[in-house]
């Protein structure tokens, strides 16, 4: 679309630009055609204006004042302006001339000789209007600065009388009015000075330019320059006074303001409002303290104003009389309104303190009202829960009631005291209230002591019906935790009887327990009667019946696992024993033959090692059957059992020393024979290398071979000497046949007498004679002296079973005799006047409570008792002959608060007593029997204070809950019974 219409919009732009240039050529054609014509009309038109003008400017009127004179220039102005005009005109017709001649060359010369003439004149015209401009320019300026010098003279009279006006003032607001036209008028003076100073000087460039009236110009700038500078004076006089009274003025209007604010603050001051409740006396009060603090800052404002005002005086004010009567009029009336001020805060601080005063006496009023509630109830409770409950509760009540109503009520108390000696003006009103408060807190004293009494009686009744349930609940569960069971093994029952003791450690506390009921019985039975006594004595009854049931079933309990955990350790040991024996045998029955002498001797040693071994094991066997013989006397159920086991012991305990023995004997016969064989051997090899020399026939050819032989012979002899008692001892009989010539005479003899010897008692009849019931006791002879040889059998006797197994060694060492042998064989102790001496054998257990002995082996000691100390010693000879050398250079015991008794618990060794020392050390002493056990027990509590535990055989130290079994009859055992005999 664009391209079919964009060619005719070029084509009618460009017939537009034709038709334009055909009419400008046109109009050009048609000027040019008229332009001669115009041309001379021209040239006319200014011809005839030059003749106009020449008229005007011939005339000599020059004008006689500046109006005319100003007129006239207004006309000179307007002839310039419009020669200005024509002479554009005329240079316009110089511009043509060309043209002209183009267009019409006949007129050349006419057009020529027209513009010449007009040119001629024009220029002619123009000398004579410059001169008449600077005449009026001369006229106009002279006229023109004596009128200035008049306008000057006026307007600074009219501004002389605004500088030198008297009004100063009568206010602050006045005073800024007319200081702000003061500011003008010297604003405008100072705008208006380039005017004053250009009329001067174009007086002085007249004077200068010697203008005929000069001296009149000169006075009339004189007199103008004088009147400028009394304008100005007296501006700036006018200026200070002002500023004077503006300070006035201000210190006026800023004391009025003072006056106005106090006058409006005593208005506050003295007003006799009276808050209505605290929250009102509160805010009153704050707000009369914003307004004292406003004050107390005005104070400020005050001495400024009196600062201000001595500086007037002191500067010599025109108005100080003034200022000083109205600082004193403002110095008296801020006093007045400081002591208003002081009054109306006493009066609101007494009326705050009352209300104060009156809330915190309802507030009281109202927490005892309260209290008193709490306190008055007479809820006792129904069970111990919950009256422990309410005494916790009203405990802490009456303990916070006290802290805090004490505290309330002595506040108040205090505040009422203090507003009354401060002369309230409400004192007798005050004085009521306090009555009254102190009354009603007396009062809710006396309910909570009522109170806190019927909660304690009744806490202790109830405590005392919860300690009975609960001790019977506790007797009832301890009663059926209480097993049957005895046990399996001797585990089971070591167990049962940890648990049995465990249970007797709690039963303590249960037994307090008990007590604590007793006591609070009969405490209790005292306060009441009645149904309450007669249910306290059953609750009472209950509990004691209960405790005395458990009581019997845990010692019958304690009884049953004794026996138990005895029999399964007499099994125990029983089974050990005899798979040792069968080890034993069966190490001698496995040795292998020997094949020479130090084969023999390797024997004997094995079987001495095993012959060491079993005299170690002596003790055992010792306390086995002691065991067995307790268990025996007890009449345990199982007694045939154990007699079973105790006749199997023995008898395969005297087989096993019987194979010792024959073993011994054996290796003995061996040893013989080897030895002999050996002796034999050796004896016959040295026959053998001797017998060359006896044969020999060599006997000496000379002298000195004779004598060598002799020399040698002798030796031979010597050596031969010396061999005799070998071959001697080659002669003797050998055990071997001494025994059996022994046992030919023996037979020999039982037929000749037959039945007259005794069969040799085996080891298995002499163990088992240990445990068997004893013989009657005979009744004891007459004591008669006997020798130190005598005494030795019964010695002997007293040993034990133990004492044989030494006459079985063939060498019948010392080292094989058990220690109970050995201690049997001391000579009693011997009884000073003031102590006891002896052997016993001691064991170290515990050198203080906390630490064991280093050394716990059984030890031969020989001890002194005397004047509260025990001393060691190696023997009696020590002892006499150096009582100062002590048994491994020990110090002795001072027994100041130690203590002997029977060591029941010690089962290894009989006749042993245990020694407790002050520091928490233990000793173990044996003795050779019960009586000298007893005697050293004795004699060591008297020296230490304490009383024998025991006056018996074997001391009791059984717990106090086993009174019961002191009725019992006492168990006395088989080995107590044989050591005894």
């Known amino acids: 679309m664009a391209e079919a219409i964009q060619p005719k919009l070029d084509d009618l732009k460009r017939q537009w630009r034709d038709l334009e240039d ?27 204006w030059i003749n106009e003008i020449e008229s005007q400017i011939i005339t000599e009127d020059v004008g006689h004042d500046l109006t005319t004179v100003n007129l006239l220039v207004q006309k000179q102005n307007i002839l310039e302006s419009q020669l200005k005009i024509k002479q554009q005109q005329v240079q316009e017709l110089e511009s043509q001339k060309g043209l002209l001649k183009d267009i019409d060359p006949e007129k050349e010369e006419e057009i020529r000789s027209k513009r010449s003439r007009v040119e001629e004149r024009f220029a002619k015209m123009l000398e004579p209007l410059m001169d008449r401009r600077a005449k009026l320019e001369r006229t106009k300026r002279l006229h023109q600065f004596l009128r200035d010098i008049e306008d000057e003279k006026i307007w600074i009279a009219e501004k002389m009388l605004l500088a030198q006006s008297t009004n100063y003032g009568n206010s602050l607001l006045s005073v800024q009015m007319l200081q702000k036209k003061n500011k003008s008028l010297r604003n405008e003076i100072d705008s208006h000075e380039p005017r004053i100073l250009s009329v001067v000087d174009i007086g002085l460039s007249m004077i200068e330019e010697g203008h005929p009236k000069s001296e009149e110009f000169q006075e009339h700038i004189n007199d103008l320059n004088t009147r400028w500078s009394e304008l100005l004076d007296a501006v700036e006089s006018r200026k200070n006074r002002l500023e004077l009274s503006e300070e006035t003025q201000k210190y006026f209007f800023d004391a009025s303001e003072a006056e106005a604010w106090m006058s409006e603050q005593e208005l506050y001051m003295i007003s006799e409002d009276r808050a209505r409740d605290e929250m009102g006396a509160t805010n009153m009060l704050k707000k009369h303290s914003n307004m004292e603090k406003v004050v107390d800052d005005y104070a400020e404002t005050i001495r400024q104003l009196g600062e201000r005002s001595r500086q007037f005086l002191d500067d010599g004010h025109p108005d100080s009389d003034a200022i000083a009567v109205k600082q004193s009029q403002v110095d008296k009336l801020y006093a007045s ?91 007798a009103l005050i004085a009521e209230w306090k009555d009254g408060i102190n009354e009603s807190w007396t009062d809710l004293l006396e309910l909570i002591d009522t109170r806190t009494q019927a909660l304690a009686a009744s806490l202790e009744l109830q405590k005392f019906f919860h ?46 327990q008990v007590q604590a009921v007793q006591e609070e019985a009969s405490k209790l039975i005292v306060a009441y009667s009645g149904e309450k006594a007669r249910e306290i004595q059953q609750r009472e009854m209950e509990v004691v019946d209960a405790w005395r049931n458990i009581q019997f079933n845990l010692d019958v309990r304690k009884n049953k696992l004794g026996d138990s955990s005895d029999l399964f350790r007499f099994f125990g040991m029983i089974r050990d024993l005899i798979h040792w024996m069968n080890d034993i045998v069966r190490q001698m029955s496995n040795q292998e033959k020997p094949r020479d002498i130090s084969g023999v001797e390797l024997l004997m040693n094995n079987h001495q090692g095993l012959k060491a071994e079993v005299d170690a ?116 009989l050998t055990t071997l046949e001494l025994r059996q010539r022994r046992r030919r005479q023996e037979e020999e003899y039982e037929q000749q007498h037959p039945g007259s010897t005794k069969k040799k008692q085996s080891h298995a009849e002499r163990y088992i004679e240990e445990f068997l019931p004893p013989p009657e006791p005979e009744p004891e002879p007459e004591p008669e002296p006997v ?60 050198e203080s409570t906390t630490k064991k002995a280093s050394s716990r082996s059984w030890e031969k000691v020989y001890v002194v008792l005397s004047e509260g100390t025990l001393s060691f010693f190696k023997d009696q000879k020590h002892s006499k002959a150096e009582p100062r050398t002590y048994y491994h250079h020990e110090t002795p015991t001072e027994l100041e608060g130690c ?68 009725d019992e009859p006492k168990k006395r055992s088989f080995f107590t019974l044989a050591k005894k005999k």
């Open 337 to 427: 309104l400081k002591d208003l001020a002081l009054e109306r805060r006493d009066k609101l601080g007494e009326v705050l303190k009352l209300y104060k005063l009156n809330r915190e006496i309802e507030d009281l009023e109202q927490w005892i009202a309260e209290r008193e509630i709490v306190a008055g109830s007479h809820e006792l409770g129904q069970d111990f829960e919950h009256v422990t409950m309410l005494c916790d509760k009203f405990r802490d009540f009456a303990r916070e009631t006290e802290v805090i109503g004490q505290e309330r009520v002595a506040t108040v108390n205090e505040i009422c005291d203090q507003l009354i000696q401060a002369g309230h003006s409400d004192a």
């Open 467 to 512: 300690d009975c349930k609960e001790t019977l609940i506790r007797i009832y569960d301890k009663q059926l935790t209480i097993p049957d069971d005895l046990g399996k093994d001797s585990q089971t029952v070591a167990a049962l009887q940890r648990r049995l003791a465990n249970f007797e450690h709690d039963l303590i506390m249960l037994g307090t």
């Open 899 to 966: 203590s002997a008794v029977a060591a029941t618990d010690y089962s290894k060794r009989p006749n042993v007593f245990r020694l407790k020392l002050a520091n928490g050390g233990e000793y173990l002493f044996q003795c050779k029997d019960e009586d000298e056990m007893n005697t050293w027990i004795m004699k060591i509590n008297s020296f230490s204070g304490v009383e024998s535990s025991s006056s018996s055989g074997r001391a009791q130290t059984m717990p106090a809950s086993g009174e019961g079994r002191r």
């Open 617 to 732: 094991r002596d003790e055992n066997f010792t306390i086995c059957v002691n065991l067995g013989k307790d268990l025996l006397g007890r009449k345990h159920q199982r007694s045939p059992e154990i007699r079973d086991k105790l006749i199997q012991l023995a008898t395969q305990r005297g087989a096993m020393m019987e194979q010792w023995e024959d073993r011994w004997e054996h290796l003995q016969l061996i040893l013989e024979v080897y030895q002999f064989a050996r002796d034999a051997a050796v004896a016959e090899s040295w026959l053998i290398a001797h017998e060359p020399y006896l044969l020999s026939q060599d006997f000496g050819e000379t002298l000195d071979a004779v004598e060598t032989l002799l020399k040698k012979h002798e030796a031979f002899e010597r050596s031969a000497a010396t061999q005799e008692e070998r071959f001697a001892a080659l002669e003797r």
């Open 787 to 846: 020798s130190s040889d005598n005494r030795e059998a019964p010695q002997e006797d007293d040993a034990g079973g133990d004492a044989v197994d030494a006459s079985a060694s063939p060498e019948k060492s010392e080292e094989a005799i058990p220690e109970e042998a050995v201690a049997a064989q001391v000579p009693p102790p011997a009884e000073a006047s003031d102590g006891i001496e002896g052997m016993l054998a001691r064991k170290h257990e515990w």
């Open 22 to 48: 055909t009419t400008a050529n046109k109009g050009e054609k048609l000027f040019d055609a008229n332009r001669h014509i115009l041309y001379e009309q021209s040239c006319d038109d200014i011809d005839g």
